[in-house]
């Protein structure tokens, strides 16, 4: 058997001839993976190749009985999130393609962008597996399909999206230390307000139905996309911190108010969409406890990224405190065939909800 290639960051610091030190966002495109200069980016693509599966794997036919048994306001619920989710994670890949290969500029990095491509292409085949099965009546997938367009509620996130996507589309190279805030404005939108925030926003209905012992087939489904999107949230704060260390003056006092200023807007159009699922409330699940939800997350982000915490608001549900442990152990648990390789080495069990 052939020996995976070491990545080990003493090797690749004293490798003969090493190249002189460059940014990590300095206009390029680096091909060589030896002297590597970002092993972390290489352990980061090896983990996520342990994180294998496919929706093949994922049952549904539990859910279409307990579908009929749905109110029709859960049943609106429901219609709204899986449209949200058919347009969400292709949003999420074409900025991957379209801005972060572009300028991230480490051969290491970009074969975890790599598989993060793949690993959206699956989730929004399980979001198309979704809709095909929950939405049996033809005009009524063709809307959901046709979200951004005429569910206001989800357009407003979509255009939210775009904005971001649209600041960077014209920066052929970030040569100037406003186009690379600009990049990262862009980096930190998609990992604490999309990744981060929209679509934690959205585990949380399906996990407040997973508390009822309700669709466990989506709550599957969801539980392996929690685990990619975690991990794609993780190395873009990765980016993050990679560059702070590289290139300090850009994380001023102004872009901490631009990402304060850019979560803030993404936690009431986040709030919108969740008015539009939950109406007047459910029981334990409500606009109002949603706020404090979301607020906390962004909190967390913030946190997260090194800048002062917003809102000081507590996650009011406690079926997403214990999300983490409950999917790790489910993953654990699971036949071998679940998953096509098995996670290895130790895993942190944190409150990242």
Known sequence: MTPEPSATAEEDRTAPGAARARNLLDPGFELTLRPMRYPHFYERYRDAIKNTWTVEEVDLHSDVADLAELSPEEQHMIGRLVAFFATGDSIVANNLVLTLY???????????????????????????????????????????????ENIPSIREKAQFCFRWMDSVEEIDKLETAADRRRFLLNLICFAA??????????????????????????????????????????????????????????????????????????????????????????????????????QAVADQRLARLGFPVRYGSSNPFSFMELQNVQELTNFFERRASAYQVAVEGSVSFDDDF
Not at 113 to 128: D, G, P, T
């Open 102 to 148: 572009k300028h991230i500029n480490s051969p290491e990095a970009r074969l975890y962008l790599s598989r993060q491509l793949f690993e959206e292409a699956v989730h929004v085949q399980f979001y198309l597996t979704l809709l095909d099965t929950y939405l049996p009546d033809h005009d009524e997938r063709a809307q959901a399909f046709a979200a951004v």
């Open 193 to 294: 307000c999309i990744e981060g925030l929209f679509f934690y926003g959205a585990f949380a209905y399906v996990y407040w139905f997973r508390s009822r012992g309700l669709l466990h087939g989506l709550a599957t489904g969801t539980n392996w996309v929690f685990r990619d999107e975690s991990m794609h949230m993780s190395f873009a704060f990765d980016v993050v911190d990679t560059v702070r260390a590289e290139e300090p003056e850009l994380f001023d006092d102004e872009l901490g108010k631009q990402v304060t200023a850019m979560l803030e807007e993404a936690v009431e159009a986040e709030l919108q969409f969740a008015h539009d699922l939950c109406g007047d409330g459910l029981p334990g699940m409500n606009t109002a406890s949603m706020r404090e939800y979301l």
